[in-house]
């Protein structure tokens, strides 16, 4: 199956987040690949389609540089980002930012250590991984949902009020729990 997204293209990429929606415009609609975002697109994107994405992409900023400036192990090279927002303009989906914003299925077989997360409840049930049906699945609680031999976290949505700093140091710890356990 061919992935379908935002961001660095494998092997590079290790958190791979799952969304239905696409940015409302050209060419992020007719996408057939991966594409790495250029300096300067989150902005465009998010001028041109307002607050719905200015927030997913913030989120997802803030969930990386968290997760990645916790990780000295990875080696992950945060460049001169001093705050989230220099990491979401200078690196986020970028070709050497190491994420993905996928709007194709999950793809398991890619690479045993990246991270799939899905953002909702509802997206990650019409990719079949319905919470309440699931034997995959570990509830963690009404927002998480686990699955550790798939690497796959279930995860509000990336929006301010789903996916509060609370639940972002939540969802880093979840990522760190899986990194860490045995292959």
Known sequence: MNEVGLGASCPQACIRVYIANRPPMEPYEHLESVKALAQG?????????GNHWRKIFNVYAKFLYSLYSSQQALMVNLHDSQRWQDYRDDILLQAHGRSMLLFSPPVFE?????????????????????????EE?????????????KNLIIC?????????????????GLV???????C
């Open 137 to 149: 699945l570990v509830i963690m609680d009404g927002d998480f949902a686990i699955c550790k031999h």
């Open 110 to 134: 890619k690479c045993e250590s990246d991270i799939h997360i899905i953002m909702g409840k509802q997206h990650a049930a019409q990719l079949g991984f319905d919470r309440e049906s699931s």
């Open 156 to 172: 509000p949505y990336f929006d301010y009020r789903q996916l509060s700093n609370i639940k972002i140091e939540k969802l880093i």
């Open 176 to 182: 760190q729990e899986l990194w860490q356990k045995p």
């Open 41 to 49: 697109e989150i902005q465009q994107i998010a001028h041109h389609t």
